[in-house]
């Protein structure tokens, strides 16, 4: 978890100063992390991770839809399920 946390402020840092080449890496690194979070039972932390992953994805998809549009589907479905998760 410590890696992703670092790996994910690295490419936050990155996605900023050259942005079309580490937005999609910093898509998935959200998407990694939403996942760790989501095993260690870090359901508030997973659903932010997952709003902002979806926020990266949403916007690759404009240029590509065909390409990213599973990846936000399971975006969705992970969303869905971390609020089940938080309703308990």
């Known amino acids: 978890m410590d890696r992703l946390k670092v790996a994910l402020a690295q490419y936050c840092h ?6 079309e080449e580490f937005r999609m890496r910093l898509a998935r690194c959200l ?3 939403t996942t760790s979070n989501m095993i260690f039972n870090q359901y508030e932390t997973a659903l932010h ?3 902002e992953a ?5 916007d ?5 839809r065909e390409t990213y549009q599973p990846l936000l589907r399971k975006i969705c479905d992970q969303q869905a399920l971390i609020r089940k998760k938080l309703q308990r």
């Open 54 to 58: 979806a926020a990266l994805y949403t």
């Open 60 to 64: 690759l998809t404009q240029p590509d």
């Open 14 to 19: 990155l996605a900023v100063r050259r942005s």
């Open 31 to 33: 998407l990694n992390m």
């Open 49 to 51: 991770k997952a709003h």
